[in-house]
């Protein structure tokens, strides 16, 4: 309710535009590092003030989102994980954007891989805020007491690596548990490395692949093994039995760089080991521009101008871990220097070049529940990986009655 109460709050008569941005940044540090960006953006627009307020989790956004546009209550900026999109774009809540887009020369700096997670139906509907993907941390020390001098590189000398690591009450890998977005985010790296896709030629879901079912029989497989840990439910993000010597392994990406640094831990990383091909989940925030009134969306571009910038990224990237979307960036003495002290920077930065980005049609939020209830089902062995798939696929025939893509 106060966000409701704050986004409905009048407008001072005073000639600038106030403008309210609901993220969810985390961890509380990140936070911190936005709002003196967000300061420095008020600094010098005087005519555009724009307030950041954050709004819990993901999961704790979605009602609030939800009940905000509704309620013509919305926020003018929200920051969210592009897969909204699709849901927004249902309710008539953001306009597209490549009217203001394609005449700005900060569209020819953004990192094209990014643009699958922008544009749909010919339209873009937000821009890249910050960009991540998935690897694996290691424990070195752990990799050396265990005898392992060569990194696995592809499934088959995961599984035999996570075997050599598991010694007592240590597992080689954590494996995250729960039917949230997630352990979907996680596992689709390994579809994709596995050559699989979420829908077929035709443009139709198509779930129950014999690519699909690899991916959920190589996790299947390490827990059997039992080399694998399962993370408690929905909080397969948290480091604390890595942190602790518990499991050699987990699957995370560059936003716990931040957290990692000051434990004085030994970690390392390597990108997602070869089904059949190099991939990795490309993660991350986009910046929306809800509707609002011309005059209002107008200076929400011009702070989302801000965000692309080179000057933002950079900032940004080097105080919070996420990888720069803006190229110059990335290529920037500041930045690049920055990387040669993180080497682990090196890894996400190589492997975003093969990344996807999780599909932002209309019905992606019940196709990732379907996932998760399948990928849930499996690490805890109440179904094989093929029956898993295929409850997946038909409680969505009868859900979306047709795919999204359409």
Excluded at 263 to 292: R, Y
Aim: aromatic share 8%; proline share 7%.
């Amino acid at each position: 309710m106060a966000l409701l109460l704050t986004a409905c709050q009048p407008v001072p008569d005073d000639g600038v535009i106030h403008l309210t941005l609901w993220q969810g940044v985390n961890p509380p540090p990140n936070r911190i590092v936005l709002q003196r960006l967000v300061d420095r953006f008020n600094a010098t627009h005087p005519q555009i003030q724009v307030e950041s307020i954050y709004a819990g989790q993901g999961d704790q956004q979605m009602p609030k989102i939800l009940a905000a546009v509704v309620g013509n209550a919305q926020p003018d900026l929200l920051w969210f994980a592009p897969t909204i999109t699709g849901q927004l774009i249902e309710l008539d809540a953001i306009r597209s954007i490549e009217d203001w887009l394609d005449r700005s020369p900060l569209k020819a700096e953004i990192d094209p891989a990014l643009f699958e997670s922008m544009q749909w139906e010919s339209h873009t509907w937000s821009v890249p805020f910050g960009v991540n993907n998935v690897g694996i941390f290691y424990r070195p020390s752990l990799f050396a007491s265990a005898g392992i001098k060569t990194l696995p590189r592809n499934w088959d000398e995961l599984r035999q690596v996570a075997k050599q690591l598991t010694v007592g009450d240590r597992h080689g890998i954590l494996l995250p548990l729960g039917k949230g977005e997630w352990s979907v985010f996680m596992w689709l790296s390994f579809l994709w490395s596995a050559n699989g896709e979420l829908f077929d030629a035709d443009g139709h879901l198509h779930l129950a692949t014999a690519n699909a079912e690899s991916a959920l029989q190589l996790w299947q497989d390490l827990v059997q093994d039992g080399s694998a840990v399962l993370s408690e439910p929905e909080r397969g993000y948290e480091l604390d039995r890595f942190l602790a010597g518990k499991v050699a392994m987990q699957l995370t990406g560059p936003w716990t760089l931040g957290q990692l640094q000051p434990t004085g831990v030994d970690f390392a990383v390597m990108p997602i080991p070869i089904g059949e091909k190099p991939s990795t989940s490309i993660g991350g925030e986009n910046l929306f521009i809800l509707k609002t009134t011309p005059d209002r969306e107008q200076a929400a571009f011009t702070f989302a101008e801000f965000v692309l910038s080179e000057e933002f990224q950079t900032q940004w990237a080097i105080e919070t871990g996420y990888l720069p979307v803006n190229l110059r960036s990335r290529q920037s003495p500041e930045y690049q220097e920055f990387v040669r002290q993180q080497p682990a920077l090196s890894v996400f930065l190589d492997q975003a070049q093969t990344g996807r980005s999780r599909p932002i049609a209309p019905g992606y939020n019940r196709i990732s529940d379907s996932l998760g209830r399948a990928i849930e089902a499996v690490l805890l062995e109440k179904q094989t990986p093929i029956d898993a798939l295929a409850t997946a696929q038909r409680r969505l025939d009868l859900i979306l009655g047709s795919s999204p893509a359409d």
